[in-house]
């Protein structure tokens, strides 16, 4: 029987940072299937892989047997915990970090958001 998910070799880095480094396994039809592990340890960024909120370095992703692509995941429903900003931090360090982490814009990004909201003098 063909797996409703198969991972091969999936491998993400945020800049040195290794969050997945070759991952693979096979979802069977009709099982109730769970990723666990510690904070930090990939599993948010894995679904946002086959989501097709992130790419991976490496490695490939099939939904049904055919390849991970915004037209398989219009088949899938999912909801991703949305994490909140660190109320430690700074607004300029929480961008830096979404920035870092997303991979998407450039630091210029930042310095235009924070002068829209009125923030660029803290």
Excluded at 10 to 39: E, M, T
Excluded at 56 to 63: D, E, L, N, P
Aim: net charge positive.
């Amino acid at each position: 029987m063909q797996p409703i998910l198969s991972i091969q070799g999936v491998s993400k880095n945020y800049g040195s940072i290794q969050a997945l480094n070759s991952v693979s396994f096979d979802v069977p039809q009709g099982c109730v299937f769970g990723i666990l592990g510690p904070n930090g340890s990939g599993k948010t960024t894995l679904l946002s892989i086959i989501l097709d909120i992130l790419q991976a370095r490496s490695g490939t992703y099939s939904w049904f047997g055919k390849p991970g692509s915004s037209a398989t995941r219009k088949l899938i429903g999912s909801l991703l915990e949305t994490p909140n900003f660190y109320h430690y931090l700074s607004a300029v360090d929480n961008l830096n970090i979404t920035h870092a982490i997303s991979g998407r814009g450039d630091a210029a990004d930042i310095d235009r958001v924070l002068e829209i909201v009125k923030l660029s003098a803290r």
